[in-house]
């Protein structure tokens, strides 16, 4: 794609974020200096591209002008303004509010949900030009460490503050504007740094590429990544809970940074061979979605992953009722724990940090399907995670534990069954809905217009349905009661 819109530029266009509020697009010549075609060097930095998220232990900088210009960008003003920030202001002498603002926004770092960037890596170091938005970590050396007060940077990089590190043979420099250091401790970390090269990660422009190959990142916001050992204690001290047993170390590791810790334990399930059937619950976004559309998407990938000759699967979807388990006196933390853990291990394909992140600062949905193999629960949450982006993460489905039989939804909603979808009532709810003069063909009709299944027809919970009548029978025989008395 050739940019005929500029007569300074030209080659190849890549998107670097997103145009929401403000217009966040890049133009990139990458080509001319890799010697590749401009289709390649377009299609490398697209395939590197990812959303940035991060799990920091300090979020050390925060250049809130400039990151409001990114796409979640009014998400962290939004916090700023309810610590008390004056968003126009660096965040010297603004009292207690920066701790307040790097408290909450934390937890929206790590749940950021549409910022594209390309990571800062040997495979796209030579493929970066100005402009384009990227994600950085690397263990770094700070220099010229700000002074206090911090002061507007002079444009010299021998007197201005700035990070350094190496990707191969090529230099990156992070600089960044010393006024927007959240607090005075960021501001001594960064004089350790001179001393002792520290891991910092975070997300910037690149600002130039030079003659030598150093390439100049100017920073929208960084901190230090957070290790399993601090994510152990910061789930101690925001727990109200005891922390239930079957948790690891694995559970708490920092899944964006390279130095979080050991990998994901994603292939630990109860013993079983491979036709032992478990369940599992995915979790979603629920304000990505409309109506029915998490219905339409667990139903279609649960076709794929499992052969129709041995499908028999039950299907669920509802809202997270989390207030539940808070009214309990619960916090997102324990919700996550007590969700993850079990002796012996649950498969699961998110970490403690991250769920009780995701149960703070978003409304989820969750779903839930039966009868699958511990293969194919694998091959589900594979299959959801490239197909549909409002999907979270996955954890085995196990209703003894108190905290999924609470929050999960009790009774399936569909019945897979080879190639036909049978989609289950219960005598109450078909006596409402024939006393509401509900069509009850329609839902029948808008899952035959999909073209998934072969057939579609209902199927009656009996045994859900003999629970009502024995409760409606008693509900009345009291009130018969109560009247003769």
Known sequence: MRNDLSGQVSGAAVQAGSIHGGVNVVVVNAAAESGLPDEVVTERLRQSSHTWRARFSSVDLVNLPRIAMLADGGAVLGAARTAGLDGTKPFRNQGVAPGVFVSSVKPLFETWNSEEATKLCASTIDNVDRGLLVSFEARMRCRNPPRM?????TGVLAK????LFDIGDRRVIITFDPRWLTTSTA????HDAARNPLVYSGLG????????????????????????????LRHLNSSALRTPTGLTTADFRNEFSTHGGEPPLLSRTRE?????RTGIALLF???????????REVLGQATRVAPEYRRDLGVAVASLPVSRAVDAGATAADIAAHLLARAPSLWKSLTVPRLSALIEVRNLAVSTVTGLSTEQIRDLDEALREEVPSYLGGMELDRTLPMQGQLFPEHDQYHLVGAE???????????????NGEDLEQPLDEWRGLGLFRTVAWEEDTRRSET????AATLLGDWLRGRTD
Request: charged share 25%; hydrophobic share 35%.
């Open 272 to 276: 079983g061979t491979a036709m032992t």
């Open 421 to 435: 979808l049978r989609l289950i009532y219960s005598a109450e709810g078909r006596y409402l809905d024939e006393i």
């Open 468 to 471: 009502e009548e024995r409760e």
């Open 160 to 163: 201005d503050p700035h990070l």
């Open 149 to 153: 007060p911090p002061s507007e940077p």
């Open 187 to 190: 501001s001594g970390t960064l």
């Open 285 to 295: 976004d629920e304000d990505q979605v409309l109506p029915g559309q998490i219905d």
């Open 205 to 232: 422009t690149v600002a130039a590429v030079l003659d030598d190959g150093t390439i100049r990142v100017s920073a929208l916001v960084f901190g230090q990544p957070e290790n399993p050992f601090q994510s152990q």
